[in-house]
Each structure stands twice: as C-alpha cells, then as structure tokens.
C-alpha cells in the first residue's frame, strides 16, 4: 500500500522552470474528489520549493476543476520577492486543464512571537480531543468519504446532530484534527486543517457534495505538536452558495490558522 | 475639479488583449495610499469588461507595492468560461511594476433570491444611519484620510471611542457608508466597502498604516438603494499581524458582501 502520509501526499517533483509533477492521492478525497485544502497544500509545498521565505502566510485559491487523483502539474511562479514577504502565483493542471489557481503571501514566521491582542478570537470550545468522537468514511449523504481514514477527525458531541438526522441550527462543528501518524502540523498541514472539516451546513440541513469555489488560509503562527482543534462555522446560504470559516488552534490553544471559503450548495 | 464619483475613480479605458489603463485618484486615498478595496474595485470594472459572467462574486488580491494616484494599467485573464461561473486574473501594475495580483469568480446574481439560511450572519446592530457620526478626513493617528471626503463614512458611538483615545478593546468598529452623489452601491462598490472602514485595531489600540497584505471579498446579492451597514472587526493580532472581517447589509437589511483581510501591524 503506498505510503499516505501528508508529507507523501503532497510531495512534489521538480521538472524545471517553476513546474512539479505531483500525484493526488486516490485516498484523499470526499466523493471521488480530491479535498480542495490538500490540494492548495499541495501547491504550497511546489511554492516552498521556489519561494524566497519559508512559510505561507496567506494563500487564496479558486477553484477551476476536480482534478482525478494521479498525476497532476503545479507551476509556480514568484511575483515579487520582497525583504519581509514574497508574492507567488500558483496553478495545478491535470493533462493540460487547469483545476486551480491560487496565489500566496509567504514569509517567515517567527518561533518565538506571542500574540499581542486575541480578544476577537471565538471561544474553541471545552472539548478535549478524548472526549470527541471519530467520524466514519461514509458521509451522511452518502458519499464515500475515504479521506476521513487518512486523518483523525474528531466532532464534539453536540456537533453530531447531523449524523442522527437532528442537526442543531447553528451551523457550527467544532472538534480535533490529527494526521494518522502523529506528524506534527507545519504551515502546509494548516493548509489542509483549514479545510478538513465536513460543510458545517450538515449542522443546518443536509445537502450532497459542497464544491468550494474559493478558499482563503492565512496562518498565523508555527504550531505546537500534537492534533489542533477546529471550529468550522457557516453564516448565510444564500443564491444556493455558503460561505464558511474555519479557525484552527494547536495543542496549546493558540490560533496557529484560520480561513474563509465561498462554495456551492443545493439548498434554497 | 475632476469627477470623484465612483463610477468616475474606478473607469477603465480598453487598450486591447484584455489590457486596460485608468487614472487612480489622488483623493481615494489614506495617507497618500490609495485604498486597497477601491483598488480592487477598479480591476473588477476591468473583469467586467471581459468577463463572460457579470459579477464578481469572488475576488482575492495580494498586494505587492502600493501605486501611487495616478496612470495604472490593468490586466485581464480569463482562465475558464463556465456555464454557472467564470474565473480571471487580474493584475494591477504602474509603470511596469506590479502592485496587485488579484483572481475573481464570476458568476450572474440572481435578483429574485432571497437567503435561504442567516442564522450564522453576526448582529449588523441597530444603529441608524442617521444616528452615526461622520468620520473626518483626519486619521486619529495623524495620517490624512483623504478618502472620507469622498464617501459619507459614518460610525455607531461606542465605536467612536478611539477618537477620544478611549478604545473599547472590542476591536469593532460598526456605522454605514454612503455614496457621496447618492449613487446605489453595486458588486463594484461593495468590493470597496468590505474595506473602506478604518482599521477595527483602532478600536483596540491606535497605529500607524496598516497596509494590506491580502483582501478576499464574496459578494452574496445584488443590493438594494441607498447606503450600506457595515461591521468591521479584528480578531488576532500576533507576529505584527493582524485579520480583518468585514459585513455590509444593504438598506433592507440583508447581508449583501463580506470579507477578510490579513494587514500588517506595528503592535506587538
């Protein structure tokens, strides 16, 4: 079986001039589809290989295409290389077709920074990673989610409704994230975390595949080791799309990163 | 005098190949910056020009130099014509210097929508527009915000508390904005709008520039007449940095545009 890892997922090859073979995992997906935070993570491990500074800060993706899991193409290139950060375009293709294209803010972010204000950060909630239950590969749409077998994805108790048909109403998931073999997170991983969760519209009524039309990561700080907790968290369905946000905290509680994604919803 | 109407700061003239140049007005801006929304903005009246959908629904820029007021030339790119959607690359550039990097999905907004789902939209609060206090042209930290001359910017009371160096703490800032001539808001403006308050860290602690570093703004529905309520609130700041969301309800009521942004900060 071939190795699943993070690290092994988003591997990528250079080829020359800025391009990188990859190959998206069959494994990652919801539905048949490649998750969209692991292939913007993807992307950025192509940007790390280029950029001038280590660590994205911002990266801001839309969405083209599903590629199929195999063999896709990344191609990056840096806009400005500047003293504090550096601007990258960055473009996954499969067989020619463009499937994403993002662009990132990277700099270096500092080991030993604490945050200087936090009072606008929601509450993660009291759940201890124990305490949270892993969710099955099977949506409850339906679909296969095979993805949920290469992570530890964990829901508070009271994010569950969904899963018994008695979703709350507030539209809210909150729980824990860990990679399979206790890898630490790293800015890449954020990537992904930030996009993990399952639509927190299952938390208002249920619907099949939510395909994200944009996504927005900033991360904000390294993370400590050990699974992060995630709040997930959507506001207004409206024009048959939804928009969510996403807040990720490391072990020690503090916001390591958070994001924004505009998709598309049957409902309404 | 030049014409500052909206309309007027953000016309773009077609050069061929999806170029386009425009004249950045010198009033439109914060310190002798122009304002990162209205920037975006502007490149989304060229998106419009070519794009084969006519509102943008998703914009993200990345901001790598500031221009100065005067000739910029935009550059368009459609990456896919969808049947429901649409995506481009915007570039914004001075004297060949690239200053924006900007992606946008277009789509058309349904006028006869109405939301489906709100309950995770925040409290917009019951301030009347009439009841807030208009900002001057005057930053609290000295910088000439030659940009409120322009607009009819007005904040709630208890947002009003930096003027007086008497930050709430929230980091919230919330009022309206109108149009100066009285002019309806359209998905062009309210890409400005998700950044035409000043920074919500005011109402936690008074800086110098913050200048934008990323900006993604959804727009959600077409908005009714007359001005719109906007909450713009800070959440962390940490490693000088600091994110930024932003709500605007048109004059009914409904939620029409929102946004996030990651600014440096000199704090901390």
Same mark, same amino acid.
């Given at each position: 079986?071939?190795?699943?890892?993070?690290d092994?997922?988003?591997?990528?090859?250079?080829?020359?001039?800025?391009?990188?073979?990859?190959?998206?995992?069959p494994?990652?997906?919801?539905?048949?589809?490649?998750?969209?935070?692991?292939?913007?993570?993807?992307?950025?491990?192509?940007?790390?290989?280029? &950029? /001038?500074?280590?660590?994205?800060?911002?990266?801001? @993706?839309?969405?083209?295409?599903? #590629?199929?899991?195999?063999? !896709? *193409?990344?191609?990056i290139e840096?806009?400005?290389?500047?003293?504090?950060?550096?601007?990258?375009r960055?473009?996954l293709?499969?067989?020619?077709?463009?499937?994403?294209?993002?662009?990132?803010?990277?700099?270096?972010?500092?080991p030993?920074?604490?945050?200087?204000?936090?009072?606008?950060?929601?509450?993660?909630?009291?759940?201890?990673?124990?305490?949270?239950?892993?969710?099955?590969?099977?949506g409850?749409?339906?679909?296969?989610?095979?993805i949920?077998?290469?992570?530890?994805l964990?829901?508070?108790?009271?994010?569950l409704?969904?899963a018994?048909?008695r979703?709350?109403?507030?539209?809210?998931?909150?729980?824990?994230?860990?990679?399979?073999?206790? &890898? /630490?997170?790293d800015p890449?991983?954020?990537?992904? @975390?930030?996009?993990?969760?399952? #639509?927190?519209t299952?938390? !208002? *009524?249920?619907s099949?595949?939510?395909?994200t039309?944009?996504?927005?990561?900033y991360?904000?700080?390294?993370?400590?080791?050990?699974?992060?907790?995630?709040r997930?968290e959507?506001?207004?369905?409206?024009?048959?799309?939804?928009?969510?946000?996403c807040?990720?905290?490391?072990?020690?509680g503090?916001?390591?990163?958070?994001?924004?994604?505009?998709?598309?919803?049957?409902?309404?």
């Open positions: 079986m071939r190795d699943a890892s993070f092994a997922v988003t591997a990528v090859r250079p080829l020359g001039d800025g391009r990188f073979a990859a190959d998206v995992h494994d990652w997906t919801i539905g048949g589809k490649p998750n969209g935070g692991y292939l913007l993570a993807l992307l950025g491990r192509a940007v790390g290989a280029v &950029s /001038p500074h280590p660590h994205p800060i911002a990266a801001s @993706a839309h969405f083209l295409h599903s #590629p199929e899991p195999g063999l !896709v *193409e990344a191609r840096v806009l400005r290389a500047g003293r504090s950060a550096s601007q990258l960055a473009q293709g499969q067989e020619g077709r463009p499937c994403i294209e993002a662009l990132f803010t990277t700099s270096r972010l500092d030993d920074t604490k945050p200087h204000w936090e009072a606008g950060v929601p509450d993660p909630g009291l759940e201890r990673f124990d305490d949270c239950i892993r969710i099955p590969a099977a409850p749409n339906g679909l296969p989610v095979t949920m077998e290469q992570v530890d964990r829901l508070a108790a009271d994010s409704g969904f018994a048909g979703p709350s109403g507030r539209g809210e998931l909150r729980g824990w994230l860990g990679l399979l073999d206790d &890898s /630490p997170f890449l991983s954020l990537i992904y @975390a930030v996009d993990a969760f399952p #639509p927190a299952f938390d !208002v *009524e249920l099949g595949w939510v395909p039309l944009e996504l927005t990561v991360v904000r700080a390294l993370p400590a080791p050990g699974p992060v907790q995630v997930h959507a506001h207004l369905i409206d024009g048959q799309r939804v928009d969510e946000a807040w990720v905290w490391d072990s020690t503090r916001l390591v990163a958070q994001g924004t994604q505009l998709a598309g919803i049957r409902l309404g």
